[in-house]
């Protein structure tokens, strides 16, 4: 019993055929003995999940590496199930250094014969005729006959085609390909050969075409070449129907897997990268079937699949009824999954399956493993989680229902909880500040705080008078200040006395053109004033000239200040006039130091 991974996949009817490189686990053998087995599905599989193996035939080996590990394509005859594996055995890696007594193996291949149970080699005539060594050639039967055909990309215009027969002259005497013919397509119109694909007894060319001379533009066309009659005299009709093909310009270059199956031709690839990540797996279809054909190759599809380089892909499943869809096989490719697979059914076409283990067969070959360990503690576990999870979306979605009422009940309990701790009755002694702190020294504007007492009720002191009262502002002048611009020739400056201070100006305008414009600043209070403040009013008028202001400004018990500046104005700088409006009632605190900036720096501008 062992788990093997597979290095090609094919289809014989209703199963899946594949090939492995690998060893035995038998008590007689060497692990280090080299084998290839040969491993097929159970008929008609629904799934990866479902799908089992068994072995068809082992051979022992002699690997190569890495040249076994060269592109290969596998082919199952479907009159007498011969398998067919053939490559080029062209790889090579440069990190590894080759063992002198191993020799090159040279191109060619193995069959595996299923009546006679005998494995063989073949090799290529000398003068074989095989331009492009990778895996874009087609191996099948010529239609109707079971004669083993090879088609190939022989040059950069040249589609090759080679036939499996025994040399006389060999002295190995195992059967060689040798070529049988040949065509060339014109290039600007079937484009140059790069795919070849056999179904349905059609050979199907994918082109390279340049599509704009002047820009360099390529694009991709499908050649759909019947093939008939004998092998020896066939010649490609004159005229070949051609179809679109540039979906392929969604591909990545350097990998590509095609087949055909239940009449539809299949294009796999990894999609281009972009600028944030690898592009996805990517598959495109073109259907023939004896009553229907596409016009042209499908767009492209993504799939669930992120990497598909270097994977090999066989489409497998799916009945002419419609019952059951199809999805493609996929081994080897880049990740952690072993063996995955996309559906190609209508409804769910390129939808992803994974599992992760390898191909298991009962046979004592490949890897050991071991059996499927007891889930069902974990299934148990599972199973209590997802009951929780669902008791608790069930509370979450009640409790958000009802958490707006609940919140409103429970904010109101709060608060007669504690108008009952306060003793507060809702009278108007109740609503004394009792939220300032004596032990904060500063406010949030900066200020010192004053403790606000039930005494100042008591002697009918209100709290704006207990402020003033603590801070003492009552000493300070209270100025009443008027400063006025216009386009006249002198200014004059007045002081008033301790009750209310008086400032006018007499300002010296530079009078030029008929443009001149004049600008106008007031700060001023009302008749009626109180012992410790006055409503104090800012007007303003936009600028109109460059002018030359003197600005004399005296108070009581202060000292005296003269400006005196001629400058031009820059007009930019007064693009936001004033608005007349009311200002609220400030401090005489505030109002003196506002009356000294006014008059000491305004003019600074």
């Not at 590990?69 to 011969?82: A, E, F, K, L, R």
């Not at 083993?148 to 195992?174: I, P, S, W, Y």
């Not at 869809?325 to 995955?340: L, S």
């Not at 207990?466 to 009552?474: A, N, P, T, V």
Request: glycine residues 8%; negative net charge; aromatic residues 10%.
């Amino acid at each position: 019993m062992g788990a093997i991974s597979l290095q090609c996949v094919t289809v014989n009817g209703t199963r899946l055929v594949g090939m492995s490189y690998t060893h035995s686990l038998k008590s007689t053998d060497n692990l280090e003995d080299n084998y290839v087995a040969l491993v097929e599905s159970n008929e008609n599989p629904t799934s990866i999940n479902t799908m089992t193996w068994s072995l068809i035939a082992a051979w022992p080996r002699q690997m190569y590496y890495p040249q076994d590990y060269s592109p290969m394509v596998c082919h199952v005859d479907p009159h007498n199930g011969v398998f067919t594996m053939m490559s080029a055995f062209n790889l090579t890696d440069p990190n590894y250094t080759p063992d002198p007594s191993v020799p090159q193996r040279p191109s060619g291949g193995f069959q595996y014969n299923p009546h006679t149970s005998n494995w063989s080699n073949f090799s290529l005539s000398p003068d074989y005729l095989w331009g492009d060594v990778m895996d874009s050639f087609a191996v099948f039967a010529w239609p109707g006959t079971t004669t083993l055909v090879q088609a190939n990309v022989g040059t950069t215009t040249t589609v090759a085609l080679g036939v499996m027969g025994k040399d006389e002259k060999d002295e190995k005497d195992e059967p060689q390909f040798a070529n049988a013919l040949n065509w060339t397509l014109d290039p600007l119109t079937y484009g140059y050969p790069s795919r070849l694909v056999y179904g349905n007894n059609v050979l199907y060319q994918f082109g390279t075409l340049l599509a704009n001379n002047r820009t360099g533009k390529l694009d991709t066309i499908l050649t759909r070449i019947p093939l008939s009659g004998s092998l020896d005299s066939f010649m490609p009709p004159s005229n070949l129907q051609t179809y679109n093909a540039s979906s392929m310009s969604d591909c990545a270059p350097g990998y590509l897997s095609t087949s055909f199956y239940m009449d539809i031709l299949y294009v796999f690839c990894q999609g281009a990268d972009g600028p944030i990540g690898p592009g996805p797996g990517i598959v495109m279809t073109f259907k023939d079937g004896p009553s229907y054909r596409d016009k042209a190759l499908s767009r492209s599809y993504q799939t669930d699949i992120d990497r598909l380089s270097g994977a090999a892909i066989q489409p497998i499943g799916g009945n002419a009824a419609g019952t059951q869809d199809p999805f493609a096989f996929i081994v080897n490719a880049p990740g952690y999954w072993n063996v995955q697979s996309v559906s190609l059914g209508n409804s769910t076409f390129g939808d992803g399956s994974w599992v992760d283990f390898n191909i298991n067969i009962t046979a004592p070959y490949g890897d050991p493993y071991h059996e499927q360990s007891n889930h069902l503690p974990a299934i148990i576990g599972g199973s209590v989680a997802g009951a929780l999870l669902v008791i608790a979306l069930i509370l979450y979605f009640v409790l958000r229902k009802r958490w707006p009422v609940w919140r409103r009940k429970l904010g109101t309990r709060i608060v007669a909880a504690m108008m009952k701790d306060d003793h507060l009755d809702g009278s108007d002694k109740d609503r004394i500040n009792k939220i300032e702190d004596p032990s904060s020294s500063i406010d949030l504007d900066g200020r010192d705080k004053i403790l606000v007492t039930e005494d100042m009720e008591e002697h009918g002191i209100d709290v704006s008078t207990g402020y003033m009262r603590e801070i003492g502002l009552e000493n300070h002048p209270r100025p009443t200040i008027t400063t006025t611009m216009a386009g006249t020739a002198t200014a004059t400056t007045a002081a008033g006395s301790n009750s209310g201070h008086e400032v006018s100006s007499q300002i010296n305008v530079a009078s030029g053109s008929n443009r001149t414009i004049g600008y106008a600043a007031m700060l001023k209070s009302p008749s009626a004033t109180s012992p410790y403040g006055q409503d104090y009013e800012l007007t303003a008028q936009r600028p109109r000239q460059p002018q030359s202001i003197t600005t004399t400004s005296t108070a009581n018990n202060s000292s005296s200040f003269v400006s005196s500046d001629t400058r031009t104005r820059n007009r930019s700088s007064f693009a936001h006039p004033f608005s007349i409006h009311r200002k609220p009632a400030y401090t005489a605190f505030d109002l003196v130091k506002g009356a000294e900036s006014i008059v000491s720096s305004s003019w600074s501008l």
